[in-house]
């Protein structure tokens, strides 16, 4: 069994502070594998990479419609791509699309059936949302609509990282670069979600605001 984590940012993300040293070091520490899915941007992975870290590149891309989590890419989807264009890109890295928080109204989430019943993975538990009923109802439509299903901490501070995970039979090894044998592994998943405290949504914003002024 392995630990995963499929929502987790970087200081490449503009609201977020983790440093990708500090991430690796906690990671390897908890054993839990993140997929690193900064907004917009890819820039992270080049310096996991050197610090020898396990995890699976993602990017989280704002499309028109909203937000999407694209797995296993090697270049950066931009941002305000149309929804089904983006599902394309993705596609065409041979990566897997994962939708986040859509039902969370606070946030960008997609909830038009045409577009989400061809995402890949559903994101049933997201520690960030604040009613518990948003994962529900992200629940039920993966299990209305067969789809397979993980959880992610969304992390942008260190601290939230290793409160939120799933374990699936595989080893990294075997998924690290084979999209397809994660989706074999995802049918069975078990999920630890701890909710992370309200005030992290605020103070996300705040960094956004003072990385935006200062850099």
């Known amino acids: 069994m392995i630990k995963l984590d499929f929502h987790c940012h970087t200081h490449y993300s503009p609201d977020s502070i983790i440093k990708p040293d ?21 820039a992270a992975h080049k310096e996991l990479k050197k610090l020898v870290m396990g995890f699976i590149p993602g990017e989280e891309i704002r499309t028109v419609e909203g937000d999407l989590i694209a797995l296993y890419v090697r270049e950066a989807i931009p941002k305000k791509t149309p929804f089904l264009e983006a599902l394309d890109k993705i596609n065409e890295q041979d990566g897997l699309s994962y939708l986040p928080h859509m039902y969370d109204r606070t946030r960008h989430g997609v909830t038009i059936d045409q577009l989400t019943k061809k995402v890949d993975i559903i994101e049933t538990f997201n520690a960030r949302c604040p009613l518990q009923r948003y994962n529900d109802e992200a629940k039920k ?25 799933f374990e699936i039979d595989a080893d990294f ?25 309200i005030l992290v949504r605020g103070s996300t914003m ?8 200062f850099g």
């Open 141 to 165: 439509f993966a299990e209305k609509h067969g789809k397979l299903v993980a959880a992610g901490s969304d992390s942008h501070f260190l601290f939230e990282f290793g409160r939120t995970y």
């Open 173 to 197: 090894e075997e998924i690290e670069e084979k999209p397809r044998a994660l989706v074999k592994a995802l049918k069975s998943v078990k999920i630890t979600g701890k909710k992370a405290p």
């Open 206 to 213: 705040a960094v956004k605001f003072f990385k935006k002024v």
């Open 22 to 42: 500090e991430l690796a070091a906690k990671a390897k520490k908890l054993g839990i594998i993140p997929a690193i899915t900064d907004h917009n941007t890819i």
